[in-house]
């Protein structure tokens, strides 16, 4: 298939690992963190880091919007469906994240709230198109990347006078949260090298808004598309950066990133939502700036008003050590849950649900096993 078998040719992969071993100073360690949850599922789906030199280790960052939507925000999904009644249309991997007191929206759909599970933006306004006696909310999360269609929701759901629909709005930013983690490096913060930078998301943003990357933290910046190749190539580019001593924002992904973005969807998010004063993160705490709500123009949308719901309590489970593995100074296998208590089929924490959660990543394809020991491998997700 054209743009994937050939970034994921074995001998072009090979070959490119070779390159970066011999281009690694063996004086030296690389600490390259992947921004974004998609690119820690490339890299351990298609076995990137057992590749890599020995001193050259990718540190998982915090881009994976189930993960680091704060329990409290699910506490009031939940409240939303129960104590008003609404229909609540959300994304499957949302259905089984833990909220707090042992619930998740799964378990409030078996207990009777009409909580339905969505593919797209375009299934709740279906949704609300044929019960018009509903009031059905979205609840919409995600980077730059979902948040255009969720304006396109809106603007449809206002254009035709859908006021049986609104949006729970968790849209989140993905420069402020990369900006409070290059800040947090210290003794008690995680240590890089430099930055993959997330591809979906850049699509829409562009490169530019990581320039202030370099400026201020003197790193370098690659983005990175999403396939093994990809990844390849970019830590390569990263590698070389880091031994001339130079920073500065490089785009690896150039079949679908430009400097500036897509200006249609900007224009679009813009219009419809407004940057929030503060918004917490799992794992990162208050972030100032780095939260949407919808506009004022579109309050009428906005299911905070519209539903009202006291504050979550956001109580993690204890022992999930998911907001230290978001902050990158923890691997999941350094979690005491990790493959005991806390697996796909009994997670304990966002991490080990969500298709970016870095802890699924580890448990999906078994590259936590010591070498030697019976892998757990998918047909197909095996190493070059
Ligand atoms: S292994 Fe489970 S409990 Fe531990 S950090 Fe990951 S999701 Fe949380």
């Known amino acids: 298939m054209k743009y994937i078998d050939e970034f994921r040719d074995g001998g072009l992969a090979r070959k490119l690992a070779r390159t970066i071993a011999m281009e690694a100073d063996p004086a030296r360690a690389y600490r390259l963190m992947e921004f974004c949850g998609g690119h820690t599922h490339a890299i351990y789906r298609y076995g990137v880091q057992d590749l890599m030199p020995d001193n050259l280790k990718f540190v998982h960052g915090p881009g994976c919007p189930v993960c680091v939507l704060p329990m409290a925000r699910i506490d009031q999904a939940i409240a939303m469906a129960v104590e008003h009644g609404v229909t609540l249309c959300t994304y499957g991997d949302l259905m089984r994240v833990p909220a707090s007191e042992r619930r998740s929206l799964l378990k409030a759909k078996a207990g009777g709230a009409d909580i339905r599970m969505i593919y797209s933006t375009q299934d709740a306004l279906t949704i609300a198109r044929r019960n018009r006696e509903r009031q059905v909310v979205?609840?919409?999360?995600?980077?730059?990347?979902?948040?255009?269609?969720t304006a396109v929701a809106l603007k449809v759901a206002r254009a035709e006078g859908l006021g049986n629909f609104s949006v729970f709005c968790n849209h989140v930013l993905t420069p402020p949260a990369l900006k409070t983690i290059l800040a947090s490096a210290g003794p008690d913060g995680v240590q890089l090298d430099g930055i993959l930078g997330p591809s979906h998301v850049s699509t829409i943003i562009g490169s530019r808004p990581y320039e202030f990357v370099p400026a201020a933290f003197a790193k370098p910046v690659v983005i990175a598309g999403f396939e093994p190749?990809?990844?390849m190539q970019s830590t390569l580019m990263l590698v070389r950066q880091i031994n001339a001593h130079r920073c500065t924002v490089e785009n690896q992904y150039t079949r679908a990133v430009t400097r500036d973005g897509n200006a249609k969807a900007q224009a679009l998010m813009d219009e419809v939502f407004a940057v929030r004063e503060r918004f917490e993160w799992r794992g990162l705490g208050y972030l100032p700036a780095s939260a949407l709500r919808l506009a004022?123009?579109?309050a009428d949308f906005d299911a905070e008003q519209r539903f009202p719901v006291a504050p979550g309590h956001g109580k993690e489970i204890k022992g999930c050590e998911c907001p230290s593995v978001l902050r990158g100074t923890m691997e999941p296998t350094d979690c005491k849950l990790f493959g005991t208590v806390c697996t796909p089929e009994n997670p304990?924490?966002?991490?080990?649900v969500s298709s970016e959660g870095a802890c699924a990543a580890y448990w999906s394809y078994g590259r936590f096993r010591k070498k030697g020991s019976e892998p757990i491998m998918k047909k197909g997700s095996g190493p070059f």
């Open 348 to 352: 304990m924490g966002a991490c080990m």
């Open 229 to 231: 190749l990809d990844v």
């Open 138 to 149: 979205l609840f919409a999360i995600g980077f730059e990347t979902t948040t255009p269609p």
């Open 296 to 298: 004022d123009a579109y």
